[in-house]
T-cell receptor, first 115, second 111 residues
Framework: SQTIHQWPATLVQPVGSPLSLECTVE??????LYWYRQAAGRGLQLLFY??????ISSEVPQNLSASRPQDRQFILSSKKLLLSDSGFYLC??????????????FGEGSRLTVL | RKEVEQDPGPFNVPEGATVAFNCTYS??????FFWYRQDCRKEPKLLMS???SGNEDGRFTAQLNRASQYISLLIRDSKLSDSATYLC????????????FGSGTRLLVRP
């Protein structure tokens, strides 16, 4: 069966510090991978998605970047955090069926507070 | 206009009640529709897909109205454990089939 792991679960960072959130998927190959952010009381905002190693698409201009160094690894980074980066970050995967988005499987999320 | 719009609620209902949520979508090219459930401070999980003919899963019924561009979720005989936020999700070819999430409708079921 497939599993998704995301870490760290919670972190408190000062403004201007770097960030690295990691996500790995087990039990499947060539998944589509996603990073979402959910601000308090708001919906999910798609940040990045990837259909393969080294292939990253960004949805919105921001202070964040993403990388996919391996097939089942997705990393979200920032060089200098802003207060507005606070939120609940969710990694998700789906089976890599060409052209059709189906069910997304989410990690347990990383709650980031920037002070 | 948001691509997917939901009443944020909260809907506060007693146990055993029937409650319905609607969700409207703006893109007539939307092709797939889903309801996700998100518990407080947890990740979203798929509740059910929404088919053109409508579908039922136990106490939950989902309907799609393409002409009016809305989907609905009906929960019968509400349980305390149904308390959560329900997210309406659509995808369409224009967005490369990426899922677009609504902000969610919060449901509180009281004893």
């Amino acid at each position: 069966s497939q599993t998704i792991h995301q870490w760290p679960a919670t972190l408190v960072q000062p403004v201007g510090s770097p960030l690295s959130l990691e996500c790995t998927v087990e039990g499947t190959s060539n998944p589509n991978l996603y990073w979402y952010r959910q601000a308090a009381g708001r919906g999910l905002q798609l940040l990045f998605y990837s259909v393969g190693i080294g292939q990253i698409s960004s949805e919105v201009p921001q202070n964040l970047s993403a990388s996919r160094p391996q097939d089942r690894q997705f990393i979200l980074s920032s060089k200098k955090l802003l207060l507005s980066d606070s939120g609940f970050y969710l990694c998700a995967w789906e089976f890599g069926l060409a052209g059709v988005a189906g069910e997304l499987f989410f990690g347990e999320g990383s709650r980031l507070t920037v002070l | 206009r948001k691509e997917v719009e939901q009443d944020p609620g909260p809907f506060n209902v007693p146990e055993g009640a029937t409650v319905a949520f609607n969700c409207t979508y703006s893109n007539s090219a939307s092709q797939s529709f889903f309801w996700y459930r998100q518990d407080c401070r947890k990740e979203p999980k798929l509740l059910m897909s929404v088919y053109s003919s409508g579908n039922e899963d136990g106490r939950f019924t989902a309907q799609l109205n393409r002409a009016s561009q809305y989907i609905s979720l009906l929960i019968r005989d509400s349980k305390l454990s149904d308390s959560a936020t329900y997210l309406c999700v659509v995808n369409n070819k224009d967005s490369s089939y990426k899922l677009i999430f609504g902000s969610g409708t919060r449901l509180l079921v009281r004893p």
